[in-house]
């Protein structure tokens, strides 16, 4: 979600086999220096797709000598998950980062075979992905301070969670601001 | 009707699998061991395709003892989680996936922690204070999410597996030929002597 | 057969020189000069164009090449060698980079991707090193913020620098390398290769000033090149390629917002022609 020089991005903590819960601290927002990557879909996915990039990305910082950038790291993650294109890898994938050249928030969304889907305002990702359309749409609103855009993304996350059986059990808040980002955990319903 | 159950505790790790050896509806074994000593502190509990689990987990055994032959130290149990999950993810995308389920019990001994991972055929990977795999998934999780605390001791830890083993013998259709329990601790791994004697009626 | 088992021509002499890679130097210092100068707002790579007879169509042969919007190259040696490395270049930095980041590659990793073409040759089986040393001219964009200019009534000299951009993936700006057969590189503010490199540099070295703009540094590549130059000078003999401002104009479209021109162009015979007059 983008906010006035500030993105969040957030995801639950479920890990499932269709209606079994096997964990309920599965993490699905990875870091990647400035980028954060969030993947939705099959876990193992989840966990391939996250160290595939962790492996991509420190390459591209030992070569370069520079932090990626969200929108080289949009181009990557589009290319990668392309290359797949035939056998893809089953994630959603959403960034968020700010951008240390223009200082400008960024935020996108993909489907599993790379294609980019740029916004303005909000991407969703996963299984409440419905809900979370109708939550982020009636709650967003352009040019959030970081503390009322960690407010509005988090209703947001719960509210939708709360209303799909297959999501929930908790969640990780990331407010992404120039120089500073700050990490929540919400406990959320546990049942 | 295979089963896998772990839990953790204070100090310890528990891991109990299924005896019986089957083949279809058939026994062909009440004496089976599904567990592998990769080091001395980590344990892998398996089940799945008959062919695939003692070769996948014997693959990963000697790849774990490779390891420290070449490197003169052992993997933790982070380390060889995050090894099995790579192995089993690959196999996953290749011409020939394993059909394996694991348990991962294990002690850090740097950390002094005892830790379980819960691993698929899938290859998702969960590390977990308590876990099941199979059919005992859906008997014994709520028994262990009703009695599980982290700081438990062995006797509580013995306690809640004979909880959930009564309630498999109550609730499954066919004898699994009861449970092989070991210990993981800062020792290393040891067999439980586990009594199964006793036998539990349905309701 | 040979091309699934073989050695590499390339070996250690017992005093420890790999002797190949100094012939393929050898070809390079008899090849015709080249040279490049980095200006504060841009980079020219010069070089004589030689042709054996006044039949040649000297129109239809270049040394100056184009390997990415931003990025030229010209060289000494080997002219066919030189073509299979600009073919690999442009290849490069499309496989290995834009089709990747979905951006040109900045011109530190463009010439460690040729840099690594040229160290292959001189270590894989059956194949000789390359005959030749690259100029490589860049211009990066850079990620560090643009900085704020703090005082508006600024000295008019200190103006020149006011960019702050030196060149780099970090700060942006030219940055020009020289690449030779063993696959080192090096970083210049300006330099020369070729047959007569040891004369052309020393004159460079009179001649370059810090905080040198573009045009000056096109006249100081032109009066270098004089120095060392066999034949007649005009636009059929001198090829003159420049890193500079993006050209809109060369994109061969407009309208399209944020569509930013290429920064590498080679200079027509009548521009050189132009500046040779003014000479």
């Not at chain 2, 059919?135 to 013995?158: F, M, N, R, V, W």
């Not at chain 3, 040759?121 to 059956?126: D, R």
């Not at chain 3, 000078?233 to 050209?247: A, D, L, Q, R, S």
Request: hydrophobic share 35%.
């Amino acid at each position: 979600m983008v906010g006035k020089d500030c993105v969040a991005i957030a995801c639950d903590l479920r890990l499932g086999l269709q209606a079994l819960t096997v964990s309920n601290n599965f993490p699905k927002i990875f870091s990647y220096g400035d980028v954060y990557l969030g993947l939705t879909g099959l876990a193992t996915d989840v966990s391939t797709v996250a160290d595939l990039f962790r492996y991509k990305v420190n390459m591209y910082r030992l070569r370069e000598e520079r932090q990626i950038s969200p929108q080289t790291m949009a181009n990557l993650v589009s290319s990668s998950l392309y290359e797949r294109r035939f056998g893809p890898y089953f994630v959603s994938p959403v960034i968020a980062g700010i951008n240390h050249t223009t200082g400008k928030p960024f935020i996108c969304g993909f489907d599993s075979i790379g294609c980019i889907d740029f916004a303005k305002d909000f991407i969703v990702s996963g299984t409440a992905s419905d809900q979370l359309f109708g939550t982020c749409e009636g709650l967003w609103e352009p040019d959030l301070g970081p503390e009322d855009l960690f407010e509005t993304v988090s209703q947001a996350l719960l509210n939708a969670v709360d209303r799909d059986a297959l999501s929930g059990w908790g969640a990780h808040v990331y407010i992404i601001e120039k120089d500073k980002v700050t990490k929540r955990l919400l406990k959320g319903r546990q049942d | 009707m295979e089963v896998l159950l772990g839990l953790t505790g204070k100090d310890f790790t528990l891991v109990a699998s299924s005896k019986a050896a089957m083949r279809g509806v058939t026994i062909l074994k009440a004496t089976d061991d599904k567990t592998r000593e990769l080091n001395k502190y980590n344990l892998m509990a398996f089940s799945g395709e008959a062919g695939d689990t003692v070769q996948f987990a014997e693959y990963v055994q000697a790849n774990v003892q490779l390891y420290s032959m070449r490197n003169n130290s052992e993997l933790g149990p982070a380390a060889v989680a995050s090894f099995v999950r790579g192995e089993l993810a690959k196999a996953l995308r290749s011409r020939s996936p394993y059909t394996v389920n694991l348990l991962l019990g294990g002690f850090d001994p740097i950390t002094q922690k005892p830790t379980l991972y819960w691993c698929d055929y899938l290859a998702s990977l969960a590390q977990l204070p308590y876990a099941a795999h199979g059919y005992a998934q859906y008997y014994c999780l709520s028994t262990l999410d009703k009695h599980h605390h982290p700081d438990i001791d062995l006797e509580k830890g013995l306690k809640i597996l004979r909880m959930c083993s009564d309630e498999l013998k109550r609730r499954l259709p066919i004898d699994f030929k009861g449970l092989a329990v070991k210990i993981i601790t800062k020792d290393g791994i040891r067999e439980e002597d586990w009594v199964d004697d006793k036998q539990v009626l349905p309701a | 057969m040979a091309d699934r088992y073989s050695f590499s021509l390339t070996t250690f002499s017992p005093s420890g020189k790999l002797v190949q890679i100094e012939y393929a130097l050898n070809a390079v210092n008899q090849g015709v000069t080249s040279l490049g100068i980095k200006a504060t707002n841009g980079i020219v790579l010069a070089t004589e164009k030689k042709s054996s007879s006044p039949l040649i169509d000297s129109q239809s042969s270049s040394k100056v090449s184009l390997i990415t919007p931003n990025i030229g190259m010209v060289y000494s040696g080997m002219g066919p060698d030189y073509r299979i490395l600009v073919d690999k270049a442009r290849k490069v930095s499309h496989t290995g980079y834009k089709r990747i980041y979905n951006e040109y590659p900045p011109t530190r990793i463009l010439v460690q991707d040729v840099a690594r073409v040229m160290q292959e040759a001189t270590q894989s089986g059956g194949v000789r090193p390359y005959g030749v040393s690259l100029l490589i001219a860049g211009w990066d964009d850079g990620i560090e913020p643009e900085a704020e200019a703090k005082d508006v009534d600024e000295p008019e000299a200190e103006k020149k620098l006011a960019s702050g951009k030196t060149g780099g993936i970090l700060k942006g700006g030219p940055s020009l390398y020289q690449v030779d057969p063993s696959g080192s590189y090096f970083p210049w503010k300006a330099t020369a290769i070729g047959k007569s490199a040891t004369s052309a540099k020393t004159f460079l070295e009179k001649r370059y000033t810090e905080g040198l703009e573009l045009e000056d540094a096109i006249h100081i590549a032109l009066l270098t090149l004089k120095e060392t130059i066999e034949g007649e000078m005009n636009g059929e003999t001198v090829e003159i390629g420049i890193v500079g401002p993006p050209e809109d104009r060369l994109l061969g479209y407009e309208g399209v917002e944020g569509a930013v021109g290429p920064r590498f162009r080679k200079l027509s015979p009548q521009e050189v022609e132009d500046y040779l007059t003014n000479l």
